[in-house]
């Protein structure tokens, strides 16, 4: 059965910094590609980035230069680094998994950023 | 970046009556676009991808159609279980996007 577990979600200041968990179980997540998607409190979802399985990676415009996504194949992990924080980045992150049209999703892990 | 444009933007029907969505695009998606379904606290769940096949484990009920810019998730008849937020997402084009949304609200 696919997993996707979320966490290191919290409340940070704005210019903080944060990193992001997904666990993943019954795939390995060197052989797929897997997503960041998040929501503003109340509103839409926003593809943040996405790091394919030969490696490649993509950032969505509103977080290039400031977001990094990373694995750990060894623990079969997925991560996003947030730097530079700021008050609009405030969402429930969601890491999904399947392709460009996900069908597995975690959670979701609350970031609140906010002074 | 493809915009997708939802409608309506909420949608108030009855059980058991049918449910027609509609997601429009900037521009050609040929046939890559998916719809999803989320509950209040909870992660999207996909239903349809690529236009028309449903994911698995989705009630026949369920269907999708269109192609290009224009498409359609129709519900044949809706259950309770049905009242819930619709995205369509296009993923023809990086970023990938979401429509903003219809809300299928009980009558």
């Known amino acids: 059965e696919v997993q996707l577990v979320e966490s290191g979600g919290g409340l940070v200041q704005p210019g903080g910094s944060l990193r992001l968990s997904c666990l993943a179980s019954g795939f390995t997540v060197s052989n797929n590609y897997i997503s960041w998607v998040r929501q503003a409190p109340g509103k839409g979802l926003e593809w943040v980035s996405v790091?394919?399985?030969?490696?490649?990676?993509k950032y969505g415009d509103s977080v290039k230069g400031r977001f990094t996504i990373s694995r750990d194949n060894s623990k079969n992990t997925l991560y996003l680094q947030m730097n530079s924080l700021r008050v609009e980045d405030t969402a429930v992150y969601y890491c999904a998994s399947g392709g460009d049209s996900p069908r597995y999703w975690g959670q979701g892990t609350l970031v609140t950023v906010s002074s | 970046e493809i915009v997708l444009t939802q409608s309506p933007a909420t949608l108030s029907l009855s059980p058991g009556e049918r449910a027609t969505l509609s997601c429009r695009a900037s521009?050609?998606?040929?046939?890559?676009l998916a719809w999803y379904q989320q509950k209040p606290g909870q992660a999207p769940r996909l239903l349809i991808y690529d236009a028309s096949n449903r994911a698995p484990g989705i009630p026949a009920r369920f269907s999708g159609s269109g192609s290009g810019t224009d498409f359609t998730l129709t519900i044949s008849s809706l259950e309770p279980e049905d009242f819930a937020v619709y995205y369509c997402q296009q993923r023809i084009n990086w970023p990938c996007t979401f429509g903003q949304g219809t809300r299928l609200e009980i009558k």
């Open positions: 790091i394919y399985s030969g490696g490649s990676i």
């Open positions: 521009q050609s998606l040929r046939s890559y």
